[in-house]
């Protein structure tokens, strides 16, 4: 909104002393990703008011909620993720048929893995995601890759999150083809859609900290610091993507598929936007 306003200020200026209208474009088609990033924070500031911590967004609506807080801190005093943690364990530590396993792929040290995902890879221009790495290493060893949402991924991807825990969100755009990747997933961010007409800020953003249907709305900031998630909606662990589908469908909008373009560049953006928060995944939520 902020930077629609601006663009509409740049123009209306433009057109009073004579700008040519090249160069309000090029001013509209700028894509920085820090400013876009302190923009969200500075909404959230004076959304959520003093009493809450950006950082602790982290912990999603449980940031937001005091007699949900202690509820979930019960919880998560004996995670229901915990068995699926165990196979995620046991997934690493497999020798694949060929000898090998996933260390060959991501290196022996598995706290140090997560904080590298997502990242934007110059030369096949694509976002990298730590699931398509998963499926990609047991591809590369002649395995057959895991099913996307659920299973076998989210407990490895469990598992490796559980290990880095701690670490801070560096994923940033720096070249231009990044930015065109961060730029798209900015633009399903905020993009109506389905029957309800509705996009992901209407409700992470500017009704966060609301109630629809029972359910408070947490706030994008901080929306991707905990995946995989276990919910006992689900009674089991979920990808991040597997969330974008159910968050697709609550607007009655057709589902993309997840480590699809859309969900990927989705990912991209919400990951820009939380650059600097803390890991701690995997959650547990309702
Ligand atoms: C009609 C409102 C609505 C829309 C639109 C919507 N969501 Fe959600 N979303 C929810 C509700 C309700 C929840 C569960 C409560 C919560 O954590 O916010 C949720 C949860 C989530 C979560 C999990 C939060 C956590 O802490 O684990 C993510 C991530 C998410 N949504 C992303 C998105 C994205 C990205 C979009 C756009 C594609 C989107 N949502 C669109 C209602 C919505």
Redesign the pocket.
């Known amino acids: 909104m902020k930077k629609l306003i601006t663009t509409a200020a740049v123009m209306a200026i433009g057109a009073a002393i004579g700008l040519s209208s090249m160069a309000v474009q090029a001013k509209e088609t700028t894509i920085d990703p820090a400013a876009d990033r302190e923009a969200f924070r500075n909404f959230f500031k004076k959304h959520l008011g003093d009493k809450i911590k950006l950082d602790d967004l982290k912990d999603?609506?449980y940031a937001l909620d005091e007699d949900a807080r202690s509820q979930w801190e019960e919880i998560e005093e004996f995670p229901p993720y915990e068995i699926e943690l165990d196979k995620g364990e046991e997934l690493w530590n497999k020798k694949f048929k060929n000898g090998k396993s996933f260390a060959d792929c991501f290196g022996k040290d598995v706290s140090k893995i997560r904080a590298k995902y997502p990242y934007h890879d110059e030369k096949t221009d694509t976002i990298v995601t730590l699931e398509g790495d998963i499926n990609k290493c047991l591809k590369d060893n002649g395995e057959k890759p895991f099913k996307w949402k659920k299973g076998k991924i989210a407990d490895l991807s469990a598992y490796i999150s559980y290990e880095g825990r701690g670490q801070k969100i560096t994923t940033e755009p720096k070249t231009d083809k990044a930015k065109a990747w961060y730029d798209k997933g900015k633009k399903f961010?905020y993009a109506k859609r389905g029957q309800?007409n509705?996009?992901?800020a209407?409700?992470?953003v500017y009704n966060s900290n609301r109630r629809?249907r029972g359910?408070?709305?947490?706030p994008a900031l901080g929306?991707v610091t905990?995946f995989p998630?276990f919910r006992s909606k689900w009674g089991n662990l979920g990808t991040?993507h597997r969330?974008?589908g159910g968050?697709?469908k609550?607007?009655r909008a057709k589902p993309f598929k997840a480590q699809s373009d859309e969900y990927k560049a989705?990912e991209y953006f919400?990951y820009v936007m939380s650059n600097g928060m803390e890991f701690n995944g995997p959650?547990a939520?309702k």
């Open positions: 999603g609506v961010f309800l509705m996009a992901c209407d409700c992470h629809i359910d408070l709305l947490s929306h905990h998630v991040l969330r974008y968050c697709n609550q607007v989705l919400q959650g939520r």
